[in-house]
């Protein structure tokens, strides 16, 4: 890694900066991660002295942790300055450049610009940084990370790519999409590839259907009016889930290195089979949370919210049946669903594997009594595997067993948090976890239709559901043969999963 960094957070005054990026960098810099010389820039329009924002970062910043000793908070502190700055000023980006050299005080700027701010900004803040130079890496590097939304739909995602490639070329340019960091979400390539037992069957021979959850159990909390004006396709499918997506159904890469890795999950988004109006009306299926007592609180429906419009027609709930049409998946459903305001949270895919042609013995009909295997990405992450085994006695009787790993099992191992996994890898160049712009557009495509026919289509049904249920019911009948599975079946009283 090279030694000498500097990471310039816009927008570090808000929320994502104290709650993920400073705890992320807190945590590298415990375990002695970060490069030789390192320093954090934040920038934002608010006046703070260098003093006022390490007190507010990291002396005050609940999200540290309560184990972070008094030492660990000082050496961290003196990693962090502060420059106000108006994002739209050029003037202020000539005091910015100052201010990045004097704090370096190397022979190279390597820079990371970390843009935390509203994505209207993106193109504002590359330009400005083009404008004075920044961009350029004859004296040392210059990466740009810029968070979600990539877009708001195909054109603007288009639109959005091409302006900051005016400024920045490809290789210097970092989508962060959380989820990929997850550890669980690169364990399912891992267990497909480096494992001789899954990949024989990892196709259309032995897997009856595929199924992606993301369930949350919170409603839109305090984002309303960004909520809004997204829904849970923009907010969750577009990106997280299609990525996780494509961990699961990507043909192995040439090598692991973010090109090789990269290329393939592009022509896994080009592969999907795009939606006609008939598959959008009988395949997709839209809700939105009202207001329940569950658990002995009384919940607020969505509609009632802080920041949301009386009469949307948000969906805070999406469930998608489709295809991929290529060798190793055609014919195979595949199915996501997400939603706010579900009965827990979680996440995980389930791979449901076919029967065997023949039924030998009695047995049991748990799940369809098929094989299935569970990547738990949260909570309690880990991996399921069910099989059938004899029950013990006479006859030959088959019982439904379940083989698990959980991570927590790995107890001498750290698990670092997606950000500070993402961070440490665009510090070390490698853009593997990060998103290309060819494949966010490659998945905008495949989203757009679907989202066109909502808007101009009122005769598309958006289905209430209550609060603290598993969406609307529209949505069990996408799956023919069988259902989703319930991860709640397994949920003690106190909310602790016996079963992953
Ligand atoms: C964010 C979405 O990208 O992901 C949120 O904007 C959502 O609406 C969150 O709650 C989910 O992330 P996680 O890591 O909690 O599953």
């Not at 329009?45 to 609940?62: F, G, M, P, S």
Request: charged residues 25%; hydrophobic residues 35%; aromatic residues 10%.
């Amino acid at each position: 890694m090279t030694e000498n960094q500097i990471l310039i957070i816009f927008g570090a005054s808000g929320d994502l900066t104290a709650r993920k990026l400073i705890p992320g960098l807190f945590n590298l810099c415990k375990r002695g991660y970060l490069p030789e010389k390192f320093a954090i820039l934040g920038v934002s329009r608010t006046d703070y002295t260098d003093e006022a924002y390490r007190k507010k970062v990291v002396y005050d910043n609940q999200h540290l942790g309560d184990q972070s000793s008094k030492e660990d908070l000082d050496i961290f502190a003196r990693l962090v300055h502060y420059q106000p700055s108006d994002t739209k000023d050029a003037d202020d980006y000539k005091t910015l450049k100052a201010r990045i050299s004097e704090i370096n005080s190397a022979e190279d700027d390597n820079c990371i610009f970390y843009l935390s701010t509203p994505p209207s900004l993106y193109e504002v803040i590359g330009a400005h940084l083009a404008g004075v130079g920044l961009n350029n890496e004859e004296n040392g590097w210059k990466r740009l990370i810029i968070e979600k939304p990539f877009g708001y739909d195909l054109g603007s995602a288009l639109d959005l790519n091409k302006k900051l490639l005016d400024c920045f070329n490809e290789q210097q340019i970092y989508r962060i999409d959380h989820y990929l960091g997850k550890e669980t979400v690169q364990n399912v390539m891992v267990a497909r590839f480096a494992n001789s037992i899954f990949e024989p069957l990892w196709n259309r021979n032995y897997i009856q259907r595929v199924e992606i959850t993301a369930a949350e159990s919170v409603g839109v909390e305090k984002r309303g009016g960004y909520y809004d004006g997204s829904g849970a396709l923009r907010d969750m499918v577009q990106n997280h889930l299609l990525q996780l997506l494509s961990m699961v159904a990507m043909e192995p890469p040439v090598k692991v290195d973010a090109h090789s890795i990269r290329n393939e999950k592009l022509k896994l988004f080009q592969s999907l089979r795009p939606m006609t109006p008939e598959d959008i009306r009988s395949n997709v299926v839209r809700g939105q949370y009202g207001a329940a007592s569950y658990k002995g609180e009384q919940l607020l429906g969505y509609r009632e919210e802080e920041g949301v419009d009386q009469s949307s027609r948000t969906e805070t709930y999406a469930a998608l049946k489709f295809y991929i049409d290529n060798w190793r998946w055609a014919d195979v459903p595949f199915y996501i669903r997400t939603g706010k305001r579900m009965p827990t949270r979680v996440s995980e895919v389930v791979i449901h594997f076919k029967d065997n042609h023949i039924q030998l013995f009695n047995q049991e009909r748990i799940d369809n009594s098929h094989n299935v295997l569970v990547f738990r990405i949260q909570p309690n992450e880990g991996v399921l595997l069910k099989f059938g085994l004899k029950i013990p006695g006479s006859g030959f009787n088959v019982q439904t067993v379940n083989m698990d790993f959980l991570y927590n099992d790995l107890t001498d191992k750290y698990v670092p948090e997606a950000y500070e996994r993402l961070i440490l890898d665009c510090m070390r160049g490698d853009a593997t976890l990060y998103a290309r712009g060819d494949s966010v557009e490659a998945a905008w495509k495949f989203i757009d239709p679907i989202l066109e026919a909502w808007k101009s289509d009122p005769s598309i049904p958006l289905y209430g559901y209550p609060s603290g249920t598993w969406g609307p019911e529209q949505s069990d009948s996408l799956i023919e043969k069988g259902d989703w599975r319930n991860p709640c079946k397994n949920l003690t009283d106190d909310g602790i999963y016996c079963e992953l």
